[in-house]
């Protein structure tokens, strides 16, 4: 059974970082993407970065330069740096994993950022 796990929530004051982790196990094909969603208080979930699997990145224009999603292959492991928080950054975020012909998402991690 394929499993998605985020990790790496918390609080972060106003301008600092955060770096969330999602891994994906059960599954003996490679996923494909990978994209981290987020869905803020009253907000519907929307998408701010996605990776290929190899390595092409698209992103939420209103997170380019402060957003970098990465991954390793070989861990199963995919990353988002958020830098420079804002407000608006406050969400819950998301993991999700296309593996095959299946889409499979995370329970989420909170990230909130404080004034």
């Known amino acids: 059974q394929v499993q998605v796990a985020e990790s790496g929530g918390g609080l972060v004051q106003f301008g600092g970082s955060l770096r969330l982790s999602c891994v994906t196990s059960g599954s003996t094909d490679t996923t494909f993407k990978v994209g981290w969603y987020r869905q803020g208080p009253g907000k519907q979930r929307e998408l701010v970065a996605s990776i290929t699997r190899d390595g092409e990145t698209v992103y939420e224009e209103s997170v380019k330069g402060r957003f970098t999603i990465s991954r390793d292959n070989v861990k199963n492991t995919a990353f988002v740096q958020i830098n420079n928080r804002k407000t608006e950054d406050t969400a819950v975020y998301y993991c999700?994993?296309?593996?095959?012909?299946?889409?499979?998402w995370g329970q989420g991690t909170q990230g909130t950022v404080s004034s």
């Open positions: 999700n994993a296309e593996i095959g012909w299946y889409e499979y």
